[in-house]
C-alpha cells in the first residue's frame, strides 16, 4: 500500500484522571510524517514525550484527537486491532531493552514473526543478528548480554518484521557513552538500510539532531516543530 | 496456537522448577482421590468375586428367640442344605491363666457351614474337630495372645471344660472388626446344652443357614415370603442383600473420605492460585513486550494459561502417581476392617476422575491470578506505573467464582447421591475458609494497629512482615490452620467421648454390671458380692415381653403400613421391661406423672416410655399399648415419657412397669456393683463365674478399650485423610514461602547491604513464622474447639472437653512445622552475598 503520510496525528490530547481532577499530558498535538523520514521528539522530564510515542504506536487511546499509522486510523481500534497493526507496521526500541528474559536472542528477534504464525524465518533473525555484531552470542540469554549487546538484539527483533516504522523511546539513555554512540550510530544505518520511518524520543539533543526533524514539547505542548 | 504453545514453552524455562513446586500443592489432593477411587473400585471388584463368601451361604434366617415349630416348619419346607448357629454373650473362664475370665461371644455351630468361602483356623484342622462334635473350642486369634493360651489349653464355658484347639483366623460373612466388640469363640452346637449357659431370658441369636441348588431363585424366594418373614418375627439376609449393604457402605465412606480428599485438592489449588498470583507478577514485563509486538490480549493470557494447564496437568498426574502408590498401603491400614480379600489393581477410572478433578480446580484457581494480564497495558513497556491498571476489578472473576462453587458442588453431589450434601459441603467449606481467612485478615489488621513501636527492630521487621503488601499471611494461615482444625477436632473428639465414659464412673457410680441372673441367683450373688467387697449398689429385674397391639393395631398391621414411618425394629424386638416403684438416679421424667405403684382393679397399666422410643414410635401420653408378656397379653398406657442417661453403667430401660403387675412372671436380673481397681475387678469376675457360670459380667475397662478401639481405627483412617490436607497445608507453605522469598529477596539484600548480620535475618524470619504458626494453630485450635464442642452438643448430646494436653501439642507442633519450613524454604537467602543473590533473581 503506498500512503502519502506514514504517521498523522491531529489535535491529540490525553488526559487523565487524578486526584486533584482531569490532568491533561497532551493538548491538540499535530503532525504529519512522511514515509522514512526521521522524527525526534525532545523535551523536558514530564512533558509528554512518551505519551505521544505510546499513543502514536498504539499503546494507548487518547482522550481526542487521531492518530493514523501506515494510513490506517488506529484511534477507533479495539486493542487486539492495535496489536494487529503494531505487528504489521511497527518496530520498537526501548530505553530499557525489554528483552524478553526467558528467551534466548535468537527467539526474542523470532516474536515478532511467530506472532504472524511464519516459522522457519530463523536463517534472516540470525542474519540481523549478524548484521547488529551478535552473530556469534544468538543462543544468549539477555542476562548473559550487557546493556549495549542487550539493545543490539532489540534493533533486530525492531527490524525482523520489516516494519513501515520504528519508534525508539530513549534507545541510549541506558548505554553509556560509547556504546550510546555505536548504537546511535547502528540505529541509523540499519534503518537506512531498511527504508523504515523512525520517531525517537529523546532528551540527548545531539542524538535527536541526527533526526529530519525536530518536535519540542513543554507541558504537553508543541513549542517548535523544526527541520534539521 | 502454534506460537502459544511454543511462547509458554519458552517463557517456562526459568521458571520450570517453580512451576514443578506450585504444583505439588495439587498432587496429594489428587492423591488422596485417586487412592481412596481405586480403592474403592477395589472393594467393589472384590465384593462382586467374592460375592457368596460373604454370607457364606445363600440365606441366613434369623431369630432373637427360639424357633417356634412353626418357624421351624416353615423353615424345613423350604429346602436346601442346612447349618445352625446359636450365639450370645457370655464369661470365658481361661484355667490356664490363673482363671482370668472375659466376657466373648459365644457360638455354637451345627451342619456344613460355611457352604461357601473358608473357615480359616491355626492350625488348620481345628474347624474340622469343631465339627466333629468333640468338646474343643475355637477362639479369636486376639485371645489366644492376649491370655497367653496355646492350642491344647483349657478353657471353662459354663459348667463345661473345652480344649482350645486353634485359633480363628477368618470366617465368611464377618470381618476381624466383631471381635472388638466381642471376641468370638466357637464350640459344636452338640455341648452347648451340657455348659448350662442358656437359661431363660439369655439374649440369644439363632441362626439358619441354607445352600440351594444354583437355579434357585433366593431373591424371588425371599420377596415371595417377605410377609411370612414378619409374621414369624424372622430376618433374613442374602448374599445380594449382603452386597448391596455392603456396596452401599463402601460407597459412603468412600464418598466421606473423598470429600475430606478433596478439601486437600481445594486448598493446593488456593496454594497454587497465591503462587501463580506472584509468577504473574513477575511476568507483566514480559506480557507487556508481547503486547507491543503484536500479541492480542487473549492470545497473551492464552500464553500463561497454557503453563497454568501444565503446571495442573504435571501436579494431577504425579499425584495419580502417588495416589497408586498410597493405594498400595491402604490393604494393610484397613486389615482386619474387611469381612473379605481385596486384590489390589489400578482403577483407571478412578485414576482419571482424581486427574480431572485436580486438573479443573487447579485450572480455575490458576485462571484468578491469570485474568488480569488481559488487561496488561503494552504501555507498562515504556511505563511500568501502568502495571496498575490490570487490577482494576474485572467482572470475569466473578464468572470464575461462580465456577469454582458449581465446580465444588458437582464434586461433592458426585461423590454423594443427595444434592444437600452437596450444597452442605460448599456451604461447610466456604465457612471453614471464611473464617479462616477472617480471622486471619483480622490478625493481620492487629498487628499492624496494635503492635508497639518500641518493640526492638526485630520483632518489629518480623510483625511488619504480616501485614505489609503482598504478605501471604491470609494463605498462610488458611494452609496451617485447616490442617489444625482437622486433625485437633478428631482429636479433641475422641477425648471427650473418652472422658465422658470414664466420667460416668467417677465418685461411687458402678462400674461393673452383671447379667442373665436368674430368679434364684440374685441372692447367691447378692451375698457373694458382699463378701467379696463389692456389695451390689443397683439392681433390676427384667421381664421379657413383646409388642402384640400398638394403638389398637396389630404390629402385623402396622409392619404392613406402607405409610407407617415407625421403624420395624421397635415393633419386633424383643423387650427387656423393668419394674419398679421410684425414678431411677438416671432417669428424668419429661411428660406426664411416673406411676410407682398399681392402684388394685387398674385394667389398663400406666407404664413409663423412654422419650427417643416414644418419638420414633409415634406414642404421646395416653396412648395404648399391649404387650405379650410370655403368653399372656397386658393392656398398657403411656403414662410418662423418661429421658435417661443411657452412657452410664447402671440399669436401664426402654419401658418401666410400676410394681405390682410384673412381680410373678418369669424374670432374671441384671445388678451393678462398684470395683475400685482392675484387680479387684477381675478377682470379683473370677470368683462370681466360678460361683454362677451362667452370669456374664462387663466392666467399664472393657468398654473403654472397646470404644477406644473402635475409635482408634475410625480416627486412623479419617486421620490419614487429614494428613493428606496438613502435607498439602505444608507443602502450600513452602510454595508461598518460595514465592515470597523472590518478593522479598531484594528487601533481605539490602538489609544485608546495609549491615543486617546474618543473625539479625535468621531472627526476623523466625519471629515472622512463629508468629504464623501460633496464630494459625490458635486459630486453628480455637475452631477446632468449636467444633467439637458442636459435635459433643449436637451429635453425642454431651459437653465437649478442653484437653490442655492436646492443644498444647497441637500448638507446639505447628509453631515447629512452620519453623523448619520456613527456615528451610528461606535457607541461602541470608547465607549468600547480596551481589551473588542478586544476580541469581530472575
Known amino acids: 500500500m503506498s500512503v502519502q503520510s506514514m504517521l498523522k496525528v491531529e489535535r491529540l490530547t490525553k488526559t487523565y484522571p487524578s486526584a486533584g481532577g482531569a490532568l491533561t499530558v497532551l493538548r491538540e498535538v499535530s503532525f504529519d510524517l512522511e514515509p522514512g523520514a526521521s522524527l525526534a521528539i525532545v523535551g523536558p522530564s514530564g512533558s509528554g514525550k512518551t505519551t505521544l510515542l505510546g499513543l502514536c504506536a498504539g499503546l494507548d487511546r487518547p482522550t481526542s484527537g487521531q492518530v493514523a499509522l501506515a494510513g490506517e486510523t488506529i484511534g477507533d481500534m479495539d486493542e487486539d486491532e492495535r496489536a494487529r497493526v503494531r505487528n504489521d507496521h511497527v518496530g520498537f526500541v526501548f530505553q530499557n531493552f525489554q528483552l524478553i528474559p526467558t528467551l534466548t536472542a535468537l527467539e526474542n528477534v523470532l516474536v515478532p514473526l511467530e506472532l504472524r504464525g511464519e516459522a522457519g524465518r530463523e536463517a534472516e533473525a540470525q542474519a540481523l543478528l549478524t548484521r547488529v555484531g551478535l552473530g556469534a552470542r544468538s543462543d544468549h540469554y539477555p542476562i548473559q548480554l550487557s546493556g549495549g549487546e542487550q539493545q543490539r538484539v532489540a534493533l533486530a527483533r525492531a527490524f525482523i518484521n520489516t516494519p513501515k516504522i520504528l519508534f525508539c523511546d530513549e534507545p541510549t539513555g541506558n548505554l553509556d557513552g560509547d556504546t550510546a554512540h555505536a548504537m546511535t550510530d547502528l540505529i541509523f544505518e540499519v534503518n537506512r538500510e531498511r527504508g523504515a520511518t523512525l520517531v525517537l524520543v529523546t532528551h540527548d539533543l545531539e542524538l535527536a539532531r541526527k533526526c529530519q526533524r525536530i518536535l519540542r514539547l513543554r507541558s504537553g505542548a508543541v513549542i517548535s516543530d523544526e527541520r534539521t | 496456537m502454534r506460537f502459544i504453545l511454543k511462547m509458554a514453552w519458552r517463557d517456562s524455562r526459568a521458571s520450570r522448577r517453580r512451576l514443578a513446586l506450585f504444583s505439588l500443592s495439587i498432587v496429594l489432593g489428587v492423591a488422596a482421590l485417586v487412592a481412596i477411587g481405586s480403592f474403592s473400585a477395589n472393594l467393589q471388584h472384590a465384593i462382586e468375586g467374592q460375592a457368596k463368601g460373604l454370607l457364606g451361604a445363600d440365606l441366613a434366617v434369623q431369630s432373637r428367640s427360639a424357633l417356634t415349630p412353626e418357624a421351624k416348619a416353615f423353615l424345613e419346607s423350604l429346602g436346601g442344605e442346612r447349618a445352625n448357629e446359636v450365639s450370645f454373650s457370655s464369661m470365658v473362664v481361661f484355667t490356664g491363666s490363673g482363671g482370668q475370665t472375659r466376657l466373648i461371644s459365644l457360638r455354637a455351630m451345627e451342619g456344613g457351614y460355611p457352604f461357601y468361602g473358608e473357615f480359616l483356623t491355626d492350625p488348620k484342622d481345628a474347624a474340622g474337630r469343631l465339627a466333629r462334635g468333640e468338646a474343643v473350642a475355637v477362639i479369636e486369634e486376639t485371645l489366644m495372645s492376649q491370655y497367653q493360651v496355646k492350642p491344647g489349653d483349657s478353657i471353662k464355658l ?66 415371595d415370603l417377605r410377609g411370612r418373614f414378619r409374621e414369624l418375627r424372622l430376618g433374613f439376609d442374602t448374599v445380594e442383600e449382603r452386597k448391596r449393604e455392603l456396596g452401599q457402605g463402601i460407597r459412603n465412606v468412600y464418598a466421606f473420605l473423598s470429600l475430606v480428599g478433596f478439601v486437600a485438592l481445594f486448598l493446593g489449588a488456593i496454594g497454587v492460585a497465591s503462587a501463580i498470583h506472584v509468577y504473574v507478577r513477575q511476568k507483566i514485563g514480559t506480557v507487556a513486550v ?99 491498571a490490570a487490577d482494576r476489578p474485572d467482572p470475569l472473576r466473578w464468572v470464575v467464582y461462580a465456577a469454582i462453587v458449581v465446580a465444588v458442588a458437582a464434586f461433592a453431589w458426585w461423590q454423594t447421591p443427595r444434592w444437600q450434601i452437596g450444597v452442605g459441603f460448599v456451604v461447610a467449606l466456604g465457612v471453614s475458609f471464611g473464617v479462616l481467612a477472617g480471622m486471619a485478615r483480622a490478625v493481620a489488621w492487629m498487628a499492624r494497629r496494635f503492635f508497639p513501636r518500641r518493640a526492638p527492630y526485630v520483632w518489629r521487621q518480623g510483625v511488619a512482615n504480616l501485614h505489609r503488601p503482598n504478605n501471604r499471611t491470609v494463605l498462610l494461615l488458611l494452609a496451617l490452620g485447616l490442617g489444625t482444625f482437622l486433625i485437633v477436632t478428631l482429636a479433641l473428639t475422641r477425648a471427650t467421648l473418652l472422658a465422658q465414659i470414664q466420667g460416668t464412673s467417677d465418685g461411687n457410680r458402678p462400674n461393673l454390671l452383671f447379667f442373665d441372673i436368674q430368679d434364684d441367683q440374685i441372692g447367691p450373688l447378692r451375698e457373694l458380692l458382699a463378701k467379696e467387697g463389692a456389695p451390689i449398689q443397683a439392681q433390676a429385674p427384667i421381664v421379657t415381653m413383646r409388642i402384640s397391639r400398638l394403638k389398637g393395631r396389630t404390629v402385623e398391621q402396622v409392619l404392613k403400613d406402607e405409610t407407617s414411618k415407625i421403624p420395624s425394629w421397635t415393633l419386633r424386638r424383643e423387650y427387656r421391661s423393668t419394674y419398679r416403684g421410684t425414678v431411677a438416679a438416671t432417669e428424668k421424667v419429661v411428660e406426664g406423672t411416673f406411676v410407682g405403684s398399681l392402684t388394685p382393679g387398674t385394667e389398663v397399666t400406666p407404664i413409663s416410655i423412654e422419650r427417643e422410643l416414644a418419638k420414633d414410635m409415634q406414642l404421646a401420653l395416653g396412648d ?127 538489609l544485608r547491604t546495609l549491615g543486617a548480620t546474618r543473625r539479625q535475618l535468621l531472627q526476623i524470619q523466625m519471629v515472622e513464622y512463629a508468629i504464623l504458626g501460633v496464630l494459625a494453630s490458635v486459630v486453628g485450635c480455637g475452631l477446632a474447639l468449636a467444633a467439637s464442642e458442636a459435635m459433643a452438643r449436637f451429635v453425642f448430646e454431651t459437653k465437649g472437653g478442653f484437653a490442655p494436653a492436646i492443644l498444647a501439642g497441637a500448638v507446639i507442633s505447628v509453631v515447629s512445622v512452620t519453623l523448619v519450613t520456613g527456615l528451610l524454604s528461606n535457607r541461602g537467602v541470608a547465607t549468600h552475598p547480596p551481589l551473588e543473590v542478586l544476580r541469581q533473581e530472575t
Open chain 2, 158 to 223: 459354663g459348667s463345661s471344660q473345652f480344649t482350645v484347639v486353634g485359633a480363628l483366623k477368618t470366617i465368611p460373612g464377618e470381618s476381624a472388626a466383631v471381635a472388638l466388640l466381642s471376641p468370638r469363640v466357637f464350640i459344636p452346637m452338640s455341648r452347648l446344652a451340657e455348659t448350662g449357659l442358656l437359661g431363660p431370658g439369655s439374649l440369644v441369636r439363632y441362626k439358619t443357614y441354607f445352600k440351594f441348588p444354583p437355579e434357585r431363585d433366593v431373591e424371588a424366594l425371599v420377596r
Open chain 2, 290 to 388: 508481547l503486547r507491543c509486538l503484536g500479541a492480542s490480549a487473549w492470545r497473551s493470557f492464552a500464553v500463561y494459561l497454557v503453563q497454568g494447564l501444565g503446571l495442573g496437568l504435571f501436579g494431577a498426574l504425579l499425584g495419580a502417581a502417588v495416589g497408586v502408590a498410597v493405594q498400595l498401603a491402604l490393604p494393610s491400614l484397613v486389615k482386619g476392617v474387611l469381612p473379605f480379600d481385596v486384590d489390589f489393581f489400578v482403577s483407571w477410572a478412578a485414576v482419571a476422575r482424581g486427574v480431572g478433578a485436580g486438573l479443573v480446580i487447579c485450572v480455575l484457581f490458576t485462571l484468578l491470578p491469570l485474568l488480569p494480564i488481559r488487561r496488561v497495558s503494552p504501555l507498562v513497556a515504556i511505563r511500568s506505573s501502568f502495571a496498575e
Open chain 2, 624 to 750: 395404648t399399648v399391649e404387650f405379650d408378656v410370655q403368653g399372656v397379653p397386658m393392656q398398657t398406657r403411656v403414662a410418662s415419657i423418661r429421658e435417661v442417661e443411657w452412657r452410664r453403667l447402671e440399669p436401664n430401660f426402654f419401658i418401666v412397669f410400676p410394681e405390682g403387675v410384673l412381680e410373678s412372671a418369669p424374670k432374671f436380673f441384671v445388678a451393678a456393683t462398684r470395683v475400685a481397681t482392675p484387680a479387684d475387678s477381675a478377682r470379683v469376675q473370677q470368683a462370681v463365674v466360678g460361683a454362677i457360670p451362667n452370669v456374664s459380667a462387663i466392666d467399664l475397662t472393657l468398654i473403654l478399650q472397646t470404644l477406644d478401639g473402635i475409635f482408634s481405627k475410625v480416627q486412623f483412617v479419617v486421620q490419614f485423610m487429614a494428613l493428606f490436607t496438613v502435607a498439602t497445608g505444608v507443602i502450600v507453605l513452602a510454595g508461598a514461602i518460595l514465592s515470597g522469598r523472590y518478593q522479598r529477596l531484594r528487601e533481605t539484600v539490602l
